[in-house]
Nanobody, 115 residues
Framework: QVQLVESGGGLVQAGGSLRLSCASS????????MGWYRQAPGKQREMVAS???????NYAESVKGRFTISRDNAKTTIYLQMNSLKPEDTAVYYC?????????WGQGTQVTVSS
């Protein structure tokens, strides 16, 4: 019912920046939260940042002050501005959208940060 497509991943040097985008489509009614998760090889998927319909944001402690989540005016696209990137930020980044207890996931985009 909900399709999410991420873009903007790639290779970047430590200290650099990337901006991820997530475009949503399909049946978007009652989506109350969207966000970004990441998963490194051999590790569990973890929440990076989220934003509600009302604009309330949450961030993982590891990215506070470096990453910023935002959305367009139509609330159909969200972004993740990633600054001061570190090698430990290397992971596949996934976009997610929640409708009540149901969460929809994008296919992921690879972010690799070199030393």
């Amino acid at each position: 019912q909900v399709q999410l497509v991420e873009s903007g991943g790639g290779l970047v040097q430590a200290g650099g920046s990337l901006r991820l985008s997530c475009a949503s489509s399909g049946r978007l009614f009652s989506i109350n939260r969207m966000g970004w998760y990441r998963q490194a090889p051999g590790k569990q998927r973890e929440m990076v940042a989220s934003i509600t319909t009302y604009g309330t944001t949450n961030y993982a402690e590891s990215v506070k002050g470096r990453f910023t989540i935002s959305r367009d005016n139509a609330k159909t696209t969200i972004y993740l501005q990633m600054n001061s990137l570190k090698p430990e930020d290397t992971a596949v980044y996934y976009c997610a959208a929640s409708r009540g207890p149901t969460t929809y996931w994008g296919q992921g985009t690879q972010v690799t940060v070199s030393s």
